[in-house]
Nanobody
Framework: QVQLVESGGGLVQAGDSLRLSCTAS????????MGWFRQAPGKEREFVAA????????YYADSVKGRFTISRDNAKNTVYLQMNSLKPEDTAVYYC??????????????????WGQGTQVTVSS
């Protein structure tokens, strides 16, 4: 089992920045990819960004490219999501996810078998 704990959400104004953190514990040696998803009220959960745990290759949703940056610190078992130039439409609960499954798309929630509890990000206009 892998446990994920997120932190760093909050209320900001449009144009501001926030950094989310997600620390993994437990059987982290088998993690292939870690990612961030978000879910706004009345909407489905959507992919935001992902990073391969070994090589550090990154993947982004088109809606956040150029504004968000995902990174990892393997020594701390932590993945970060730096969010710049935030917009009101970025408002959502942000979930950290991890997977030890080899196959599947990095942007597919079905691939991820471990999830954090979520952290609220609210961007006011």
């Amino acid at each position: 089992q892998v446990q994920l704990v997120e932190s760093g959400g909050g209320l900001v104004q449009a144009g501001d920045s926030l950094r989310l953190s997600c620390t993994a514990s437990g059987r982290t040696a088998g993690i292939y990819v870690m990612g961030w998803f978000r879910q706004a009220p009345g909407k489905e959960r959507e992919f935001v960004a992902a990073i391969s745990w070994s090589g550090g290759r990154t993947y982004y949703a088109d809606s956040v490219k150029g504004r968000f940056t995902i990174s990892r610190d393997n020594a701390k078992n932590t993945v970060y999501l730096q969010m710049n130039s935030l917009k009101p439409e970025d408002t959502a609960v942000y979930y950290c996810a991890a997977t030890n499954r080899i196959s599947g798309g990095n942007d597919s929630a079905r691939r991820y078998n471990y999830w954090g509890q979520g952290t609220q990000v609210t961007v006011s206009s």
